[in-house]
């Protein structure tokens, strides 16, 4: 089970952190990731991080801007988003995978209930 936290109403420009919580034990090798599906939307890939952290890739639209890491010891994957922008808005779901670092979201078995993120300008 995944559970997001973290989401709110900000102003373009401020920085938000999101994150998500894993239960169970196996937490250290899944690949994570965060998706988000703004309205009338398809669901997006925003950011991936490998098992261990020591890899990760992102959306175009957000490189430079927001940062994925991980705690294994804590089952937490953190979405730590700056500069945001209104077109950032858009609900983000955290995902689980038992592949090699992939962007597609049909590769993710797992998914939260996602958390909303509203960027106001």
């Known amino acids: 089970q995944l559970v997001e936290s973290g989401g709110g109403v900000v102003q373009a420009g401020d920085s938000l952190g999101l994150s998500c919580t894993a239960s169970g034990r196996t937490f250290s090798v899944y690949v994570m990731a965060w998706f988000r599906q703004a309205p009338g939307k398809e669901r997006e890939f925003v950011a991936t991080?490998?098992?261990?952290?020591?890899?990760?890739t992102y959306a175009d639209s957000v490189k430079g801007r927001f940062t994925i890491s991980r705690d294994n010891a804590k089952n937490t994957v953190y979405l730590q988003m700056n500069s945001l922008k209104t077109e950032d808005t858009a609900i983000y779901y955290c995902?689980?995978?038992?592949?090699?670092?992939?962007?597609?979201?049909?590769?993710?078995?797992?998914w939260g209930q996602g958390t909303q993120v509203t960027v106001s300008s």
């Open positions: 995902a689980a995978a038992r592949t090699a670092l992939t962007t597609i979201s049909q590769n993710y078995n797992y």
């Open positions: 991080i490998s098992p261990s952290g020591g890899s990760t």
